[in-house]
């Protein structure tokens, strides 16, 4: 079992819609979740943070945490084409700060 | 965001050469770094983390004698890719910890292609 599981996608949604990305990791010593965004030939790029359980926004952005149930999630309001994109999970155990589980990522394609 | 830069950006090499490729933290200090190689369409594998001033410590299956990494200060890591094959051609992303916000930041990513 992955430490981090995503559903590889490719997930499909029209221009305006509110795109949900989801994300499950299996060490509930984890405690930081990163969400990246990763285009292809790029590297990713950080867009958002939680270590609460509950929402985090940022923009069109808003991240979601529920420790009891081991999962977190990325909301996109507003899909723009340019958000079409593979979209990285990572979850960071409390007690080693350098050890960073990336799951493999949910390709997005926003249609216009 | 915080800014982490890789040089080169992109190297074609001959078979048998070594390739050194640079990371650094431009605006903030990397006690850890962190070293990542990406095949087309496939994600993200580590290969090492770097921490300043002692040995890189590598993930399971990659030849530490085959990627040397050197991480002299808190703003620069170096990984070099002794006697280079095709095979090790791919995409290689360092990345970076900021201790202050806790977060990993990535460089641009070096592409590098293997004769």
């Known amino acids: 079992q992955k430490e981090v599981e995503q559903n590889s996608g490719p997930l499909s949604v029209p221009e305006g819609a509110i795109a949900s990305l989801n994300c499950t990791y299996s060490d509930r010593g984890s405690q930081s979740f990163f969400w990246y965004r990763q285009y292809s030939g790029k590297s990713p790029e950080l867009i958002m943070f939680?270590?609460?359980?509950g929402d985090k926004e940022d923009g069109r952005f808003t991240a979601q945490l529920n420790k009891a149930s081991q999962y977190v999630s990325l909301l996109i309001r507003d899909s723009q084409p340019s958000d079409s994109a593979t979209y990285l999970c990572a979850a960071r155990r409390g007690d080693n700060f350098n050890k960073f589980y990336f799951g493999s990522g949910t390709k997005l394609n926003v249609k216009p | 965001g915080a800014v982490v830069s890789q040089h080169p950006s992109r190297v074609i090499c001959k078979s048998g050469t070594s390739v050194k490729i640079e990371c650094r933290s431009l605006d903030f200090q990397a006690t850890t770094m962190f070293w990542y190689r990406q095949f087309p369409k496939k994600s993200l594998m580590l290969m090492a983390t770097s921490n300043e001033g002692s040995k890189a410590t590598y993930e399971q299956g990659v030849e530490k004698d085959k990627f040397l990494i050197n991480h002299a200060s808190l703003t620069l890591s170096t990984l070099t890719v002794t006697s280079a094959h095709p095979e090790d051609s791919s995409f290689y992303i360092c990345?970076?910890?900021?201790?202050?916000?806790?977060?990993?930041?990535f460089g641009p990513g070096t592409r590098l292609t293997v004769l």
């Open positions: 939680i270590y609460s359980n």
């Open positions: 990345s970076a910890r900021n201790r202050a916000t806790d977060t990993q930041y």
